[in-house]
């Protein structure tokens, strides 16, 4: 890791104050004034400021139940940065494993630890991501069991050059649909990539329309009963699945 990413990481300072600290040679590497903010340097290796030295904080691992209109991305723009919501210590130094569209609600990952969340979003790892989607159309026994096989078999996606993977379609709570509901049906879809708005793209493929999106599951780390806007700490055995 480099030299002002391990005093970031482990004190209270800023990347720019880090730098000046370099700067006016007040760090010192085993014993040695360093000042060079790119320097490799790993945990059994000697850094001191002032003579005090430093221990790397361990990686900070949340979930956070996403709101509409919040975005997940380092800066704040038209709306704000899910980051606001998690009351941490430098909460912008956080990134967010798998993003969510600023409609789409629900399970989002965040984390400084960048091997982890590479586990969460590689296709490669084929980590199951599972939403709850409400559709403009109805679909009904005989289109569903069609859309199941044509989800599991994968589509074309306009602008892909191959097919999506396998995904499973699973219908929920069709009784609930009253005439006044903006969608004719609610279903579970499971993928295990996340191509840009995979979800909504697959339905458009199929002819339908998402009017509603909300990622339930990651893994077997659920969103449970966390209240829209809450956070909280992974525990570690949520952890471990991506370790
Ligand atoms: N697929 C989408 O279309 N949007 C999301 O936010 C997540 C998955």
């Known amino acids: 890791m480099r030299l002002d990413k391990f005093i970031c990481k482990s004190t209270e300072l800023t990347r720019t104050e880090a730098k000046k600290m370099l700067k006016s040679g007040e760090v010192r590497v085993n014993g040695e004034v360093a000042k060079n903010a790119a320097m490799q340097v790993h945990e059994n290796n000697s850094i001191t400021i002032d003579g005090q030295e430093l221990t790397a904080r361990g990686s900070r691992y949340y979930i956070l139940h996403k709101v509409v209109d919040s975005i997940c991305s380092n800066v704040d723009e038209v709306y704000p940065s899910v980051l606001n919501f998690i009351e941490v210590d430098k ?24 091997r982890w969340s590479h586990n969460v979003i590689s296709p490669k790892k084929q980590c199951q991501k599972t939403y709850r989607v409400w559709l403009r159309s109805e679909i009904d026994d005989d289109k569903l069991a069609d859309l199941i096989t044509r989800f599991e078999k994968g589509l074309q996606l306009q602008g892909e050059d191959s097919l999506t993977r396998p995904a499973i ?75």
């Open 91 to 114: 909460a912008f130094d956080l990134h967010i494993a798998g993003r969510l569209d600023a409609d789409t609600t629900g399970l989002v990952l965040i984390t400084d630890d960048g």
């Open 169 to 243: 379609l699973a219908r929920v709570a069709q009784e609930n649909l009253v005439d006044e509901t903006s969608y004719r049906s609610e279903v579970l879809l499971t993928i295990t990539e996340g191509k840009y708005h995979q979800v909504k793209r697959m339905f458009a493929a199929v002819g339908n329309r998402v009017v509603g999106l909300h990622r339930e599951q990651i893994g077997d780390i659920r969103l449970g009963d966390l209240a829209p806007g809450e956070w909280r700490e992974l525990t570690e055995d949520e952890i471990a699945q991506f370790s």
